[in-house]
């Protein structure tokens, strides 16, 4: 495998609104609509497949693109997988005569969109809020409507296999639970040698998987993830169509980068149980485990160091044995004041100062936490702080941690009232 491939290709930063672009011509009679997160149009000799739907505000542009190509009428909707940005147009592609298609357990995860929607919407603000609005308002402006997100509800459902024929075409739909939802469903066409799989792989292909989202979602297994590329691999595929960018195309390149991905899971997994069984704190562990070289895969949406965690979290929940603190409810912020009080805050911004000089960025955020706990305005700790998050973000090269970062960033340039991060 070349080790740059990974890098060659487009960054989460690059994932972007449908604006009413054409759909794009892939080959074999499949056709591309590019969004938030792709939708696929599979021509036949009779009736047409859709394979994910974008967001709701996104709907408009996908079947306008799909009815310039192919006016014929939808015979199936297929779900990769429950996730807001693959689910959110659904309504707008059922027809009289439509089957909408998911996993057996799409059902648990649009129960979860639902339940947990006010929460997950919040912690993904910081993110996606900016681009969402932006696009809303586009598509306002561009169709004079924004529908509403989509919350359907399958007429098909299957457990682990599917066999469908349309139009001469053979498709068949795979479970692959180790995916970003337990949901998670691969399309193959078998004669074309070409895999539709969503998210399976995370938005990034060629990148550690992302175990646990900072907005918030169930924890993926990770073995389950490594069964999952096993079976992607199993059909050697030709061209592997994902949720976002271009087609990863060539068997070759496939079955390297997916078993470097795989690989580069189980390798995380296995030292973090062994550090478990040996008795080696989580931190310890999120520090000390880093890939091999020869296992040359991205860290552009998940982490190793926060897999490490996940894994662990996954196995022993949240109790890590370090304090009796941890079994109540009482924060370490609730004794800010009393160290406040202690050491002044001017000591423990100095003390901040000399670890961030050290080159330990995180270690002087959690002394400017203490103080800007009492003192939300205190100057000095403000700047440490900024310097801080500055320090971290120029060696962040991931989705979510750099997003995170430059939130922060905006937040305490507000509160030294210079309106924003500097440089």
Not at 75 to 95: A, I, K, N, P
Not at 333 to 338: E, L
Request: proline letters at 5%; one cysteine or more.
């Amino acid at each position: 495998m070349s080790e740059a491939q990974h890098r060659l290709r487009p960054g989460a930063a690059a994932m972007a609104a449908a604006d009413g672009s054409p759909a794009v011509d892939l080959g074999d009679g499949i056709w591309m609509s590019s969004g938030m997160s792709s939708s696929y149009l599979v021509t036949t000799d009779a009736e047409r497949v859709v394979i994910n739907t974008g967001m709701g505000f996104e709907a408009p542009f996908h079947q306008a693109g799909y009815d310039a190509v192919d006016p014929s009428p939808t015979r199936y909707v297929v779900l990769t997988q429950g996730h807001f940005d693959h689910v959110g147009g659904v309504d707008r592609f059922l027809e009289p005569g439509t089957d909408l298609i998911a996993q057996a357990a799409f059902a648990t995860w649009r129960d979860d969109n639902e339940r947990l929607e006010a929460f997950r919407s919040r912690n993904a603000a910081f993110a996606f809020i900016e681009p969402i609005l932006a696009a809303m308002e586009h598509a306002r402006q561009a169709t004079g409507e924004v529908p509403a997100q989509s919350r359907p509800t399958p007429t098909i459902t299957f457990e682990d296999r599917l066999d469908l024929e349309v139009g001469g075409r053979r498709l068949e739909l795979l479970s692959v639970p180790g995916g970003e939802t337990t949901d998670s469903t691969v399309v193959w066409l078998p004669e074309e040698r070409t895999a539709f799989t969503g998210n399976l792989f995370g938005p990034l292909f060629g990148h550690v998987p992302n175990l646990v989202t900072m907005r918030g979602d169930r924890y993926r297994d990770a073995l389950a993830y490594c069964d999952s590329v096993d079976r992607v691999l199993a059909l050697e595929p030709e061209r592997i169509i994902t949720g976002h960018f271009d087609p990863i195309e060539g068997a070759d390149v496939i079955a390297q980068e997916l078993t470097a991905m795989r690989d580069a899971t189980r390798y995380v997994h296995d030292r973090t149980v062994e550090g478990m069984n040996a008795g080696t704190d989580v931190h310890t562990l999120m520090a000390e485990i880093a890939l091999p070289d020869e296992l040359d895969v991205g860290e552009g949406y998940g982490l190793v160091s926060w897999n490490v965690r996940a894994i662990w979290e996954t196995y022993a929940g949240w109790f890590h044995h370090r304090s009796t603190t941890e079994l109540y409810a009482t924060p370490p912020s609730a004794i800010a004041p009393d160290l406040v009080a202690a050491a002044g805050a001017d000591a423990l911004t100095d003390a901040a100062r000399a670890r961030l000089a050290a080159g330990e960025p995180v270690a002087a955020l959690h002394l400017t936490d203490v103080v800007l706990v009492v003192e939300p305005r205190h100057a000095a700790a403000l700047a440490v702080a900024a310097e801080a998050h500055q320090a971290l973000l120029a060696d962040s090269s991931n989705f979510w941690e750099t997003a995170w970062l430059q939130r922060t960033l905006d937040k305490l340039g507000r509160k030294r009232g210079d309106g924003g991060a500097t440089s």
